[in-house]
Antibody, heavy 119, light 107 residues
Framework: QVQLQESGPGLVKPSETLSLTCTVSGDSINNYYWTWIRQSPERGLEWIGN???????KYNPSLNSRVTISIDTSKNQFSLKLTSVTAADTAFYFCARGYYRGAVSFDYWGQGALVTVSS | DIQMTQSPSSLSASVGDRVTITCRAS??????LNWYQQKPGKAPNLLIHSASTLQSGVPSRFSGSGSGTDFTLTISSLQPEDFATYYCQQSFRTPTTFGPGTKVDIK
């Protein structure tokens, strides 16, 4: 059974960096598109980016300059860093497994982590 | 970015009803369309991928159809556990984008 679990601070100050980690169990992190997605009432579900094959990354152009996704295969974890946050970055952040079957769908998700940006 | 719209934004239905939700893409996405169900406080759950392929473990009362720009999700006989919000997602172009959701609640 594949499971994903987000971890990280729930409160981040404006202009600082949001950092989250997703721990994957029940599967190797060497395959699939490991993905971050966020959800807020204002923006709905928004794809942040993914990492594939341990080193290939793609990011949403709307966030591109602020986002970094990395992977630690020894710990079966992947991580998100979002710099220079503002209140608009307040959201539930989900990690998910992207499964390629001609195109990518998200078949396993973490439970989500609420991150609030506030001083 | 490809814009996804859904209609209706919400609907009220009874157990046993047939429910249809529509999703439209701003340009052709061939059959690269996925559907998710989300319940309050939970992550989205994949129901259908590639427009019409049922995800493993999903009840057969869920079905999807469409290609190009217009797609539908049908629940043939609504069950109590189906009251939730449903989202479509296109995976044809990066960035992948989601629809705004359709909330199905109890009449």
């Amino acid at each position: 059974q594949v499971q994903l679990q987000e971890s990280g601070p729930g409160l981040v100050k404006p202009s600082e960096t949001l950092s989250l980690t997703c721990t994957v169990s029940g599967d190797s992190i060497n395959n699939y598109y490991w993905t971050w997605i966020r959800q807020s009432p204002e923006r709905g579900l928004e794809w942040i980016g993914n990492i594939y094959n341990t080193e290939s990354t793609k990011y949403n152009p709307s966030l591109n300059s602020r986002v970094t996704i990395s992977i630690d295969t020894s710990k079966n974890q992947f991580s998100l860093k979002l710099t220079s946050v503002t209140a608009a970055d307040t959201a539930f952040y989900f990690c998910a497994r992207g499964y390629y079957r001609g195109a990518v769908s998200f078949d396993y998700w973490g439970q989500g982590a609420l991150v609030t940006v506030s001083s | 970015d490809i814009q996804m719209t859904q209609s209706p934004s919400s609907l009220s239905a009874s157990v046993g009803d047939r429910v249809t939700i529509t999703c439209r893409a701003s340009q052709t996405i061939r059959s690269y369309l996925n559907w998710y169900q989300q319940k309050p406080g939970k992550a989205p759950n994949l129901l259908i991928h590639s427009a019409s392929t049922l995800q493993s473990g999903v009840p057969s009362r869920f079905s999807g159809s469409g290609s190009g720009t217009d797609f539908t999700l049908t629940i043939s006989s609504l069950q109590p556990e189906d009251f939730a919000t449903y989202y479509c997602q296109q995976s044809f172009r990066t960035p992948t984008t989601f629809g705004p959701g359709t909330k199905v609640d109890i009449k």
